[in-house]
């Protein structure tokens, strides 16, 4: 059974940094991509980027882009966003989620959200 | 980048009711469209992929529609489950973009 499991809520002050984890299970992890997805309260889904785990091919939408870092250890079929500075405006949850084959390419399993709480 | 938009933003509906969710892409995309449902405080659930096939599991009134540039969901009779938010997703980058979302609510 494919699933990717997050790492739990995270509560942080501005300014700090912070790493969250996606662990992928059941299926080949460095034969798909895994993206990251941003939901603040209330708004819908922003695409914030996407890693491939077997090259660690990695892109930013324009609007995360040296906002954020995403990276993979595919030695324990994990995947991370991290940041180096968080702001209140941070505060969210984030998905992960695994890109399948084909075309059609649906973002087809999805992990349980992680909320990062940013707050001073 | 590809933009996605959605409409209507919000729409009240009642249980029977048929309704249309539009999508427009700010390119061609082919049939790279895809439908999401959120319910509140989980993960969105894949319901229709390539603009017009059904997800394994996903109830045969909701269908999909387009190519190219414009997309349509419909939901031909709503039941009480399927208040939530849908999104459309373009898969033809592998910056796949959604669309804002169109929140259903009961009238």
């Known amino acids: 059974e494919v699933q990717l499991v997050q790492s739990g809520a995270e509560v942080k002050k501005p300014g700090e940094s912070l790493k969250i984890s996606c662990k992928g299970s059941?299926?080949?992890?460095?034969?798909?991509?895994i993206g990251w997805v941003r939901q603040m309260p209330g708004k819908g889904l922003e695409w914030m980027g996407i890693i491939y785990p077997g090259d660690s091919d990695t892109r930013y939408s324009p609007s995360f882009q040296g906002q954020v870092t995403i990276s993979a250890d595919k030695s324990i079929s994990t995947a991370y966003l991290q940041w180096s500075s968080l702001k209140a405006s941070d505060t969210a949850m984030y998905y992960c989620?695994?890109?399948?084959?084909?075309?059609?390419?649906?973002?087809?399993?999805w992990g349980q959200g992680t909320l990062v709480t940013v707050s001073s | 980048d590809i933009q996605m938009t959605q409409s209507p933003s919000s729409l009240s509906a009642s249980v029977g009711d048929r309704v249309t969710i539009t999508c427009r892409a700010s390119?061609?995309?082919?049939?790279?469209l895809n439908w999401y449902q959120q319910k509140p405080g989980k993960a969105p659930k894949l319901l229709i992929y390539a603009a017009s096939s059904l997800q394994s599991g996903v109830p045969s009134r909701f269908s999909g529609s387009g190519s190219g540039t414009d997309f349509t969901l419909t939901i031909s009779s709503l039941q009480p489950e399927d208040f939530a938010t849908y999104y459309c997703q373009q898969s033809y980058s592998t910056l796949g973009t959604f669309g804002q979302g169109t929140k259903l609510e009961i009238k």
């Open positions: 059941g299926y080949s992890f460095t034969s798909y991509w």
């Open positions: 989620a695994r890109r399948g084959g084909g075309p059609p390419h649906t973002l087809d399993y």
């Open positions: 390119q061609s995309i082919s049939s790279y």
